[in-house]
C-alpha cells in the first residue's frame, strides 16, 4: 500500500450553519487527487483546513510532507514582477536556486517578457501559470490548488491541464486539486472525491487510474447519476 | 487636452487680476513682476529657504507621528480610537488658533510656532490616511506572503508597506503642500523670518506691491514643489498600478 501523505479523519466545520458534515480522505504519496462538489458545498473551506488555514474545526489532519497552495485567486503582489513573485517562497526560503523556479514557469507557458511584467500587464492566464509556478518553486511534497482552471479561455486551459499534470507527475508531486466543474479534473487526477450539497460529506469516490478518457467520463456519468438519486440534484 | 485646460484657468485667474486692478484695486500682474524683479535675489532665497524649512520640518514632524500611530492603530484597538481622536480634534482646530496658541505661549523669537502649527494642520491628513492605507491592504496578499513561508518582517516589507503606500504618499503629496501654505500663516503671525513674514511685513508697510509679490513667489514656490518633487514620487510610488 502507498504512503499516506496527507490525510483528514473526520472534519467537521460551520460558519452561521455547518457546511462540512463529516469529512475523511486521505493523499497518497505521488497521487493526484481531485475533490469535486456543487457550488458553496465547503470545498475552499476544507481545501484551507487541509493548508492549515483554517482555525476551529472538529477533526484531524495529518500531514507527512511540505506543502504549497495555489489559491483560488491568483494573489500575486501587484508591485512585484511575475519573476520576483514566482521567486518570493524561494526568497523566505534563503534558497538561491531561481534558475528551476523559472523552470517551472517556462514550462507552464510563461514567457520571458512576461516573467519580467508587472501582474496587471499579462493575461489572466499567465498570472494563474505564475501562480502556480510560484506553489511549484518550491518543490513541495504536497500541492493544494482551488480551482485552478477556473476563469481560463479553452486553449490555455487544456494546455495548462496538461503541463501541470505533466510536471507533477514528473516531480512525484501529490497533489489535491479543488474543482466545481468535473471536465476540470477528468484528464488530470487519478482518483476522484465527489462532494454532496452542504453539509457535505464526501458522496463518492471514484478510482480513475488505467482508465482512458471515455471510461472516466462514464464512471462519472454512473457517480454522478447515483449522487443526484440519492442527494438531490 | 487636461494640459490645455490647466492652463486656460491660469490664464483665466490673470485675466480676472488684470480686470480687478484695472480700477486701481490690485497692483497689475505686471507691476508685481516688476516688483518681483526688484527685489533682492539672496532676500528672496533668505525667505523661501526659511519657508521651506519650516514647512518641511512640520511635515516630516507630522509623518513620523503618523506612520508611528498608523502602524500601531493596525495592531492596537486603542491606539487605533486615541489616533481618530487626535484626528477629530486637529482637524477641527484652525491653523489661525494654532498659531495664536502657539505664538503666545512659546513665544515670537522661537523658531518653533510655524514648524508647529504646519504639523498640527498636516498630521490629521497624514495620519487618517496612513491608518485608511492599512486597512485597504488586501489581506489575501498576507495569508499569500504567509503560505509562502514569509515572516511577520515580510509580510510588513512585501505587503503592507508597498501596499500602503501610494495611498500614503498621495496624502504627501497634499499634507506637505497643506504644510507650506499654513506655514506662512504661523510666520506671519510669530516670526522672524520666511515669506509669511514678508507677506505681514509688507501689509503692515501698506506696501500692496509687496504683499501681491511675496504671495506669488509663495505660489510659485508650492507649485514647483508639487510639480518637480511631488508629482514624480507618486508616479514612481504607483508604477506598478500602470
Known amino acids: 500500500m502507498a504512503e499516506v501523505i496527507l490525510e483528514a479523519l473526520g472534519i467537521r466545520k460551520g460558519f452561521s450553519e455547518l457546511v462540512l458534515a463529516d469529512i475523511s480522505l486521505r493523499l497518497e504519496r505521488g497521487e493526484i487527487l481531485g475533490i469535486v462538489g456543487p457550488n458553496s458545498c465547503g470545498k475552499t473551506t476544507l481545501l484551507r483546513i487541509l493548508a492549515g488555514l483554517e482555525g476551529y474545526y472538529e477533526g484531524e489532519v495529518r500531514r507527512n510532507g511540505s506543502l504549497g497552495i495555489v489559491f483560488q485567486e491568483d494573489r500575486l503582489l501587484p508591485w512585484k514582477t511575475l519573476m520576483e513573485n514566482i521567486c518570493l517562497g524561494l526568497k523566505y526560503a534563503g534558497r538561491r536556486d531561481i534558475e528551476k523556479a523559472l523552470n517551472y ?35 513541495p511534497e504536497i500541492i493544494l490548488m482551488d480551482e485552478p482552471f477556473t476563469g481560463l479561455d479553452f486553449s490555455t486551459m487544456v494546455t495548462l491541464r496538461s503541463s501541470l499534470a505533466d510536471l507533477l507527475r514528473e516531480r512525484g508531486i501529490s497533489a489535491i486539486i479543488v474543482s466545481h466543474q468535473l471536465e476540470d479534473l477528468l484528464t488530470v487526477v487519478d482518483r476522484c472525491v465527489v462532494m454532496t450539497p452542504k453539509p457535505s460529506k464526501i458522496g463518492a469516490e471514484l478510482n480513475m487510474r488505467g482508465m482512458g478518457l471515455e471510461e472516466r467520463i462514464n464512471a462519472l456519468k454512473d457517480v454522478l447519476m447515483r449522487m443526484v438519486s440519492d442527494h438531490g440534484p | 487636452m487636461i494640459k490645455i485646460g490647466a492652463l486656460s484657468s491660469f490664464i483665466l485667474l490673470l485675466l480676472l487680476w488684470e480686470a480687478i486692478s484695472l480700477p486701481g ?15 533682492d535675489p539672496d532676500l528672496i532665497a533668505l525667505h523661501t529657504v526659511i519657508t521651506l524649512y519650516n514647512s518641511f520640518a512640520g511635515f516630516s514632524l507630522s509623518m513620523l507621528l503618523s506612520l508611528a500611530l498608523g502602524f500601531l492603530s493596525h495592531r492596537n484597538e486603542f491606539i487605533r480610537g486615541f489616533s481618530m481622536g487626535i484626528c477629530s480634534i486637529f482637524n477641527s482646530t484652525s491653523a489661525l488658533i494654532w498659531s495664536l496658541v502657539l505664538v503666545s505661549t512659546i513665544g515670537i523669537l522661537s523658531p518653533l ?95 500692496a506691491p509687496g504683499v501681491l509679490a511675496w504671495s506669488l513667489i509663495l505660489i510659485a514656490l508650492v507649485l514647483a514643489l508639487d510639480r518637480l518633487l511631488l508629482m514624480p514620487v507618486e508616479e514612481r510610488s504607483s508604477s506598478w498600478l500602470k
Open chain 1, 105 to 139: 514557469a517556462r514550462r507552464l507557458g510563461i514567457s520571458e517578457e512576461d516573467l519580467r511584467s508587472f501582474p496587471r500587464r499579462v493575461s489572466g492566464g499567465t498570472r494563474r501559470k505564475a501562480a502556480i509556478a510560484r506553489a511549484l518553486a518550491l518543490e
Open chain 2, 25 to 39: 484695486l490690485l497692483p497689475s500682474p505686471l507691476s508685481t513682476l516688476r516688483y518681483i524683479a526688484s527685489l
Open chain 2, 113 to 207: 510656532p510655524p514648524i508647529l502649527v504646519a504639523s498640527a494642520v498636516s498630521l490629521p491628513q497624514l495620519l487618517s490616511a496612513t491608518i485608511a492605507a492599512l486597512d485597504s491592504v488586501d489581506k489575501n496578499l498576507i495569508e499569500a506572503v504567509r503560505s509562502l513561508g514569509g515572516s511577520s518582517a515580510n509580510e510588513y516589507l512585501d505587503v503592507i508597506i508597498p501596499g500602503s503606500l501610494p495611498m500614503i504618499i498621495a496624502a504627501s503629496r497634499v499634507a506637505l503642500g497643506l504644510s507650506l501654505r499654513i506655514s506662512v500663516v504661523a510666520e506671519a503671525f510669530g516670526s522672524s523670518g520666511g515669506i509669511g513674514y514678508m507677506i505681514m511685513r509688507s501689509y503692515n508697510l501698506a506696501d
